[in-house]
């Protein structure tokens, strides 16, 4: 019965450095798939752009990154653009981020007397609460957790076995090998949603960038409210791709050095 659904939220963290239609694409994929499981009720998509702190080469301002995502999703009637982690002095952590908006759904959705009370420490194995929070990414995004030294263990452990993720297939990847070959994901493939894009629609912001470097229209790969904006802002140009360039990703510095610290944030 549709009343004994599961609340669902789905949670997408990343550069969207510009976001596209892609990246919106993912949220409508994801809810229809978990709809056709009889076991979810979608209520709401959350995108949470990364801090200038990731320090990716390229990474426009997040100031811009969180204005163009704002213009792509004024048409969207269930997500919505969330500023806290681009707000933090320091890159944040996937599991960290997703600890924070499970509170803030946990608040939200649940405000009777007998709702759980969490903290921002780690959630506990006892902890059941009737709303839930997925991890939304792409079949590349999965593919990162091979990389060495961008992901601890025990945070792939917390995301993928406590919260779940929800992945869409993209290009040429294949997830399932990704997930077979890791004992970590492979342990918890009951809680990995992997949904297949039959549709197909390779745009990614990499490209979108290089076309926009060079002059080359990128009309219809993303809304033109966001192409407006970047014509207005003078973004993605020479220039800006030499942001960051040479220096390493935060997560491999941070996590090389401390590779604790999140856990007792």
Known sequence: ??????????????????????HMRLFELARDH???TGQYKVLGGIVSPVGDA???????????????????????????VDEWESQQPDWTETVVTMR???????????KSTTAHKFSDKKPTATSN????????????????????????????????????????????????????????????????FLVTEWVRNETSATEVRRALRRSASVKYLIPDSVLQYVHQHNLYTQKSEERNHGKLL?????QATNPVSSLDD
Not at 100 to 110: A, I, P, S
Not at 250 to 254: A, D, N, W, Y
Request: net charge positive.
């Open 129 to 192: 609460p009737s709303v839930q929070l997925k991890l939304l990414c792409g079949a590349d995004f999965l593919d990162s957790f091979k990389t060495p030294g961008l992901w601890l263990d025990e945070h792939i452990e917390e995301v993928c076995g406590h919260f779940g993720l929800v992945c869409v297939s993209r290009g040429g990847l294949q997830p399932e090998r990704t997930v077979h070959e890791s004992d970590i994901l492979s342990r918890h493939r009951h809680n990995i």
């Open 1 to 22: 019965m549709a009343g004994c659904r599961i609340p669902l939220v789905l949670l997408a963290c990343g550069s969207f450095n510009p976001i596209t239609n892609q």
């Open 250 to 254: 935060r997560p491999l510095t941070k």
């Open 34 to 36: 978990m709809h056709s």
């Open 54 to 80: 990731y320090g990716k080469q390229g990474l426009v301002p997040a100031q811009h990154r969180i204005a163009m995502a704002k213009l792509a999703l004024e048409t969207s009637d269930w997500i919505r």
């Open 100 to 110: 924070y908006h499970y509170n803030r759904v946990l608040q939200e959705y649940q």
